[in-house]
């Protein structure tokens, strides 16, 4: 059973340095870092020292507010080092990556005992895979929720293929669906892309949808806002595909393997393609592999739109499947501001005219190319933001907090990642992502 | 690239300063800054609004230069008049003089210069206490005011009244996006009922006609609305109207210049197309329902409303400055209607209203720039309402399901 969906608002952002279909091998990383900041609203508890001697899934850290909640090793290794910033806040954990992992046993799972994958999912780190909405946070155990929703399909700039990256995990796919199937009352939404070869096609237990049109089409927000907005008091669960993998692995043969591939894209690789690699593994094990073609860059754990901007020296994010690298863009322009511009994306014609060719793919950096100021335009946010919601008046009752208007105006059914598009096309440069993120967070305070 | 250079150094040598967004807004008229993102997305598309702006600028650019040699035309026809000749307008016969650039610049030069330099001094002030960047939002309204004022307006009424306007109609609300009231039509409301001999009546559209009147030498500065007004036959051909060989403010006499100015900003996407289609659609209804007043014989030629009620309701368009508050006023995003739908309301009410006014007030017969601020005002109320349609309509879903 599948339904068509197809979407009208939004835009294709088309950078150069997409990943070639090429999938290699990364080399081994040394050290691996699980970053409690990757969990939003997480204060890690500590159950490891320094030294430490751990197997790949063994507990490294359990969320304060619920013990049962662990964070796992990706790798088998030895704890080196805890890095703390200010207020003694954990902001790094280094583990030492032995030559070969080892995993922990967790054993089979019975996939139609809802207690005992929630249970397993949560003592073997694979719990804080599961989102849900409202406020875009890892998922509260204690709430059945009326759906959930996967994106099988990336409308992200630069993003990683899901149909490349998952084509011969169905087996780990299945076994994680009918594991998660336990634990909700509906149905499971799968958005694949429509006329693709996506494996979740053969897939059983799953709802499937055809996706079809513009970024932000593939975000998870979106096919929820099109199949079963979330309403006040209801709660919906989010999975990243990859993520099933990982999740359907230890359900099924009782292992925590962290394994990821992912896109190494962006106009400043050299040759931009897919890596095997693990979760919070160095991203210079795979960057240098494939080679700069600048020195000013900016390394980006996830795309260009939401991802985290991490050292060349940094680690691999919790939840990212693409690493992208473009210029930095640090640099006046002479009269920037009033020439005619061929080489950025705009959504206007105002002496920009990337609207000639739409199939154009830009070398863009990451230069504001302005510089911040009130809203002022309107009208054009509208043109790429396909929920059902008015965009502008919801950031501007976010920014007074307004916890009604937010509250009235669909702030449950929103997460920052559904205004990476307005924020991108957005004249005034307003932070529109960390607008949401806040007031999300404001009302999990408040509210939640 | 040595001012590059020197400029950045000036910049981190500022920073902080009190004076640093003084310098900030002549360094970015310069240059672009070298800002990166943070946090949020990594790219950015490339409009700022500085281009937005500067596309509205330019897009009343050739309005400003037709309105520099309309009012020499207008000065020197109107002599010509007077001696009882008659004047036809050609382009290159009449119109395109050096005498009409010379006088028209001589007059309309000055305003810009005092427009624009009044303002900006505002919002330098401004910025530099509040500590924010000087915001661009003045650059439109300072191109905006000398093309909405009487050819002879003198100089310090005009640096009084942008000084209220910016400083009332914008700033006390917290600069550039936050305003109420369009800025420049503020501005010249606050002319019209503090100088209300300087902004109306049959004196003021031709340059010179005010200190001529009286004397051997007058001359007639009345514009279209005012002939119909007084029931007078009006001298003009719809050719001349539309062309803009006509008596008005400065920049809002040439029609086919405002819709050029029209096509650029729809075209760049930077003016709302559906409010210039709603206003223009308001406005042809009000003039059809008067029409239809005066062909059902409801009233009759005595009546002080029969002039302009009888105008061709398709004429409206051509008269007055309803085509120019439509395009380059009413579509201020900041003041208007936010929401699509709110915005052909708001549009359609302005033109409406704006007909009405210019109909039953022949005292003071142009009624857009008051019907546009009037809607500015209206303008939160209609986004309010259509904006409770969507809440509503969550609502519904939410009952929906817990029924």
Same mark, same amino acid.
């Given at each position: 059973? =599948?339904?068509?969906?197809r979407?009208?608002k ?32 997480i204060?890690?508890?500590m ?5 430490a001697k ?7 850290f359990?969320?304060k ?12 290794g030895?704890?080196q ?5 200010a207020?003694?806040?954990?902001t790094?954990?280094?583990i030492e990556a ?7 046993d967790?054993?089979k799972t019975d996939l139609s ?6 249970a397993?999912?949560?003592?073997? +780190?694979?719990? #804080?895979?599961i989102?849900?909405r409202?406020?875009?946070?890892i998922?509260n #155990? ?7 929703f996967i ?6 700039p630069m ?10 995990? +169905?087996e780990?796919?299945?076994a994680?669906?009918?594991?998660l ?8 939404h799968?958005?694949v892309p429509k006329?693709?070869?996506?494996v ?7 709802e499937?949808?055809?996706? %079809?049109?513009?970024?932000p089409?593939?975000?998870?927000g979106t096919l929820?806002?099109r199949v079963d907005?979330v309403n006040? @008091?209801e709660t919906v669960?989010t999975?990243?595909a990859e ?6 692995e230890?359900?099924a ?5 962290a ?8 106009s400043s690789?050299?040759? #931009?393609k897919y890596y095997?690699t693990k979760?919070g593994?160095e991203?210079?094990?795979?960057? !240098? ?6 020195e000013?860059?900016r390394?980006? =754990?996830?795309?260009?739109?939401s991802? *985290?901007q991490?050292?060349p ?5 919790f ?5 992208s690298?473009i ?5 006046y322009?002479? /009269?920037?501001w ?7 994306i ?11 060719? #739409?199939k ?7 230069n504001t190319?302005?510089?911040h100021?009130?809203?002022?335009v309107?009208?054009s ?5 396909p929920?059902?919601?008015y965009?502008?008046?919801l ?5 007074v ?6 509250e009235?105006?669909?702030m449950?059914?929103?997460?920052p ?7 991108f ?7 529109h992502q960390?607008i949401i ?6 009302m !999990?305070k408040?509210i939640? | 690239?040595g001012m ?7 910049k981190?040598?500022y ?5 640093a967004p003084?310098?900030?807004a002549?360094h970015?008229?310069l240059?672009t ?7 949020g ?9 500085k281009r937005?702006?500067?596309i509205?600028?330019?897009?009343l650019?050739?309005?400003l230069?037709?309105?520099i ?7 020197y026809?109107?002599?010509d008049?007077?001696?009882g000749l008659t004047?036809?307008?050609?382009w290159f016969?009449n119109?395109?003089?050096w005498?009409?650039?010379w006088l028209?610049?001589g ?5 810009v210069?005092?427009s624009?330099?009044v ?9 530099v206490i509040k500590?924010h960047?000087v ?5 439109? *309204?300072?191109?905006?005011v ?5 050819i ?12 209220? @306007?910016v400083?009332?109609?914008?700033e ?17 409301a ?7 001999t300087w ?10 006609a ?8 007058a001359i007639?500065?009345?514009?279209i609305?005012?002939?119909?007004a ?9 050719s001349?109207?539309f062309?803009g060989?006509i008596? @008005?403010s400065?920049g809002?006499? %040439?029609?086919?210049?405002i819709?050029?100015g ?7 996407k930077?003016?709302?197309w ?8 308001g406005a042809l209804?009000?003039?059809?329902? /008067?029409?239809?007043?005066v062909?059902a014989g409801?009233?009759?030629e ?6 302009l009620?009888?105008?061709?309701f398709?004429?409206?368009?051509f008269? +007055? ?6 395009? !380059?006023?009413a ?5 208007a209607a936010q929401t699509n739908? +709110?915005?052909?309301i ?11 006014i ?9 009624g857009?720039f008051?019907a ?6 209206f ?5 309010h309402?259509?904006v409770?349609a969507?809440?509503?309509r969550?609502?519904?879903r939410?009952k929906?399901k817990?029924?």
């Amino acid at each position: 059973m =599948s339904k068509d969906i197809r979407i009208k608002k939004g835009l294709n952002i088309r950078l150069k340095g997409a990943a070639s279909t090429e999938i290699s091998g990364a080399p081994r990383s040394r050290t691996f870092n699980v970053r409690p900041a990757d969990f939003h609203l997480i204060t890690p508890k500590m159950v490891i020292k320094e030294g430490a001697k751990i197997k790949a899934g063994d507990d490294i850290f359990y969320n304060k507010a619920n013990e049962t909640m662990r964070f796992v090793s990706p790798v088998s290794g030895t704890l080196q080092e805890i890095r703390r910033g200010a207020k003694r806040v954990i902001t790094d954990i280094i583990i030492e990556a032995d030559k070969e992992d080892s995993y922990r046993d967790f054993g089979k799972t019975d996939l139609s005992d809802a207690a005992a994958v929630k249970a397993r999912l949560l003592e073997a +780190g694979c719990w #804080p895979f599961i989102k849900q909405r409202p406020y875009d946070v890892i998922a509260n #155990p204690e709430v059945t929720p009326k759906a959930i929703f996967i994106s099988a399909y990336n409308t992200a700039p630069m993003s990683a293929d899901y149909d490349l990256i998952l084509a011969d995990k +169905g087996e780990q796919i299945q076994a994680a669906i009918d594991g998660l199937k336990t634990l909700t009352d509906g149905s499971i939404h799968v958005g694949v892309p429509k006329g693709g070869n996506s494996v979740f096609n053969n897939i059983n237990g799953i709802e499937t949808h055809n996706v %079809s049109g513009p970024h932000p089409a593939g975000n998870v927000g979106t096919l929820i806002g099109r199949v079963d907005p979330v309403n006040k @008091g209801e709660t919906v669960w989010t999975i990243h595909a990859e993520d099933l993998v990982i999740i359907g692995e230890l359900l099924a043969n009782g292992h925590y393997k962290a394994d990821r591939i992912i896109a190494l894209a962006g106009s400043s690789v050299k040759t #931009p393609k897919y890596y095997k690699t693990k979760i919070g593994a160095e991203v210079s094990t795979f960057v !240098y592999d494939s080679g700069l073609n600048e020195e000013n860059v900016r390394v980006i =754990s996830g795309d260009v739109l939401s991802g *985290t901007q991490i050292s060349p020296e940094g680690h691999l994010s919790f939840y990212a499947n693409v690493v992208s690298v473009i210029p930095e863009g640090d640099d006046y322009e002479f /009269f920037g501001w009033n020439k005619p511009i061929f080489n950025k994306i705009s959504t206007s014609r105002a002496l920009t005219f990337s609207w000639l060719n #739409p199939k154009k793919e830009y070398e863009l950096d990451t230069n504001t190319n302005g510089e911040h100021r009130a809203f002022v335009v309107t009208g054009s946010y509208e043109e790429v933001f396909p929920l059902d919601i008015y965009p502008l008046q919801l950031l501007k009752s976010c920014m007074v907090k307004d916890l009604d208007a937010m509250e009235a105006m669909g702030m449950y059914e929103v997460a920052p990642e559904d205004f990476a598009v307005t924020e991108f096309i957005c004249v005034s440069k307003q932070p529109h992502q960390k607008i949401i993120r806040e007031a999300l967070d404001l009302m !999990y305070k408040e509210i939640g | 690239m040595g001012m590059k250079q020197n400029l950045h150094k000036l910049k981190e040598k500022y920073r902080g300063k009190k004076m640093a967004p003084a310098f900030n807004a002549l360094h970015t008229f310069l240059y672009t800054p070298n800002e990166v993102t943070h946090g949020g997305t990594h790219v950015k598309a490339a409009d700022d609004l500085k281009r937005t702006m500067n596309i509205v600028i330019l897009a009343l650019v050739p309005c400003l230069i037709f309105g520099i040699f309309n009012a020499g035309y207008q000065h020197y026809a109107a002599i010509d008049m007077a001696k009882g000749l008659t004047v036809e307008p050609s382009w290159f016969g009449n119109f395109f003089t050096w005498d009409n650039f010379w006088l028209g610049a001589g007059k309309v030069i000055p305003l810009v210069v005092v427009s624009y330099g009044v303002g900006l001094i505002v919002e330098f002030i401004f910025a530099v206490i509040k500590g924010h960047e000087v915001e661009e939002g003045y650059l439109v *309204t300072g191109m905006l005011v000398p093309l909405i004022v009487p050819i002879d307006i003198p100089l310090w009424m005009l640096a009084v009244a942008v000084v209220f @306007g910016v400083v009332i109609g914008k700033e006390v609300f917290g600069g550039t996006g936050m305003n109420i009231l369009n800025p420049a039509l503020t501005i010249r409301a606050f002319l019209f009922f503090a100088y209300p001999t300087w902004m109306s009546g049959d004196k003021v559209w031709v340059h010179g006609a005010v200190e001529r009147a009286g004397t051997a030498d007058a001359i007639s500065g009345e514009t279209i609305l005012g002939s119909y007004a007084q029931n007078q036959d009006v001298i003009y051909s719809i050719s001349d109207m539309f062309w803009g060989f006509i008596p @008005g403010s400065v920049g809002e006499t %040439s029609k086919v210049l405002i819709l050029l100015g029209a096509f650029i900003l729809i075209f760049t996407k930077i003016g709302s197309w559906r409010i210039i289609v709603s206003t223009l659609i308001g406005a042809l209804v009000m003039g059809l329902i /008067f029409n239809g007043v005066v062909s059902a014989g409801w009233i009759d030629e005595g009546s002080t409303f029969y002039g302009l009620m009888s105008v061709d309701f398709w004429q409206h368009l051509f008269i +007055g400055s309803i085509l120019f508050g439509a395009v !380059y006023m009413a579509t201020d995003p900041v003041s208007a209607a936010q929401t699509n739908k +709110g915005k052909w309301i708001y549009g359609f009410l302005i033109g409406f209203i704006s007909i009405m006014i210019r109909v039953f007030n022949p005292a003071y017969p142009e009624g857009v720039f008051l019907a546009i601020l009037l809607m500015n005002v209206f303008a939160p109320t209609i986004d309010h309402y259509v904006v409770q349609a969507n809440v509503k309509r969550r609502q519904k879903r939410l009952k929906l399901k817990a029924a």
